[in-house]
């Protein structure tokens, strides 16, 4: 039970995210095949490595992180290093599948198909969960992990799976290569719906940012703002900083303590209403979030301003 309970611990937080250029990416493939399968439900497990699962006819349901993921003919699932996970094949037709395990960096030594897999019963070797490549400005792969490939990517697939199948002189190289088109593909794919999502909200998230210049002691928390793009919170924010380059909470703090140092400087109000005018009624809560971020007191700052 103790073993159990660390393991979910410890699979908060997996997988492990390394920033990395995409120059720096060089998969390893450990596995590449075509299954038929007709329904049916798959033990629950945890990979060492990373899985792209391609269905290509039928349905398949994932458990994963508290979520069920349904992915239908035509989509795949990036299922990550170190998260339990459970497959289901939906019933009806046989499903067809097509599986590639592989990691970002070729660091991982994998000699049978076994040595994918956690086993549960001895024990996870933690140093050999494997890290997801994450370059400069794009979400990781598995974050939101059903994606919907573009013909191409499907078709490096099929060839990747068959040059694995067929091992000839220099197929390493070859699937390399061809695990490098399928990577770039689906991340552009992301960045190209991020970019086309952002757009969409962007007139509505730079009208609030309007808002909240004129109105900066409103209540003005993550919840407020998902609530006025009709979104989840984790969504907002992501589309937030897409089209403001920082998290709400901190455009929020930004725009208060710039007000803030304009009433100090320009207006005899105590510091307490300047506090209550921007957002932060607490006084001692005020002072202590200014002087944090300036560096200098509200009432130092104002001395200082009057000074210069």
Same mark, same amino acid.
């Given at each position: 039970?103790?073993?159990?309970?660390?393991?979910?611990?410890?699979?908060?937080?997996?997988?492990?995210?390394?920033?990395?250029?995409?120059?720096?990416?060089?998969?390893?493939?450990?596995?590449?095949?075509?299954?038929?399968?007709?329904?049916?439900?798959?033990?629950?497990?945890?990979?060492?490595?990373?899985?792209?699962?391609?269905?290509?006819?039928?349905?398949?349901?994932?458990?994963?992180?508290?979520?069920?993921? +349904?992915?239908?003919?035509?989509?795949?699932?990036?299922?990550?290093?170190?998260?339990?996970?459970?497959?289901?094949?939906?019933?009806?037709?046989?499903?067809?599948?097509?599986?590639?395990?592989?990691?970002?960096?070729?660091?991982?030594?994998?000699?049978?198909?076994?040595?994918?897999?956690?086993?549960?019963?001895?024990?996870?070797?933690?140093?050999?969960?494997?890290?997801?490549?994450?370059?400069?400005?794009?979400?990781?792969?598995?974050?939101?992990?059903?994606?919907?490939?573009?013909?191409?990517?499907?078709?490096?697939?099929?060839?990747?799976?068959?040059?694995?199948?067929?091992?000839?002189?220099?197929?390493?190289?070859?699937?390399?290569?061809?695990?490098?088109?399928?990577?770039?593909?689906?991340? +552009?794919?992301?960045?190209?719906?991020?970019?086309?999502?952002?757009?969409?909200?962007?007139?509505?998230?730079?009208?609030?940012?309007?808002?909240?210049?004129?109105?900066?002691?409103?209540?003005?928390?993550?919840?407020?703002?998902?609530?006025?793009?009709?979104?989840?919170?984790?969504?907002?924010?992501?589309?937030?900083?897409?089209?403001?380059?920082?998290?709400?909470?901190?455009?929020?703090?930004?725009?208060?303590?710039?007000?803030?140092?304009?009433?100090?400087?320009?207006?005899?109000?105590?510091?307490?209403?300047?506090?209550?005018?921007?957002?932060?009624?607490?006084?001692?809560?005020?002072?202590?979030?200014?002087?944090?971020?300036?560096?200098?007191?509200?009432?130092?700052?104002?001395?200082?301003? +009057?000074?210069?």
């Amino acid at each position: 039970m103790l073993r159990r309970e660390a393991a979910v611990l410890e699979e908060e937080l997996r997988p492990a995210l390394r920033e990395s250029a995409f120059r720096e990416w060089s998969p390893g493939i450990h596995y590449a095949k075509h299954q038929e399968l007709r329904p049916c439900s798959f033990p629950v497990r945890r990979l060492y490595d990373f899985e792209l699962l391609y269905v290509g006819n039928g349905e398949m349901e994932t458990d994963m992180s508290g979520a069920v993921h +349904r992915i239908t003919a035509g989509q795949l699932i990036v299922l990550p290093s170190g998260v339990f996970h459970q497959n289901r094949i939906v019933a009806g037709e046989p499903a067809r599948l097509m599986g590639i395990h592989f990691d970002f960096f070729d660091e991982l030594r994998i000699l049978q198909e076994e040595d994918m897999v956690v086993d549960e019963e001895r024990g996870a070797q933690p140093g050999k969960f494997a890290a997801e490549a994450v370059a400069e400005g794009c979400m990781p792969l598995s974050r939101e992990p059903v994606h919907t490939p573009s013909s191409d990517c499907v078709q490096w697939m099929e060839q990747l799976v068959q040059e694995f199948t067929m091992r000839s002189p220099g197929y390493e190289l070859v699937c390399k290569g061809l695990m490098m088109n399928i990577l770039a593909s689906l991340v +552009r794919a992301r960045l190209a719906g991020q970019r086309a999502e952002a757009t969409v909200h962007g007139e509505r998230i730079r009208s609030i940012m309007g808002e909240i210049e004129l109105h900066p002691a409103g209540h003005w928390s993550n919840t407020a703002i998902a609530a006025k793009l009709n979104v989840h919170e984790d969504h907002m924010s992501k589309l937030f900083r897409q089209v403001t380059g920082m998290p709400p909470g901190e455009y929020v703090r930004t725009v208060r303590l710039r007000e803030a140092r304009r009433l100090l400087g320009e207006t005899d109000w105590s510091v307490e209403q300047v506090g209550e005018a921007v957002g932060y009624p607490d006084l001692h809560y005020f002072s202590r979030i200014f002087s944090a971020h300036e560096g200098i007191s509200p009432r130092a700052f104002r001395k200082l301003a +009057r000074m210069l």
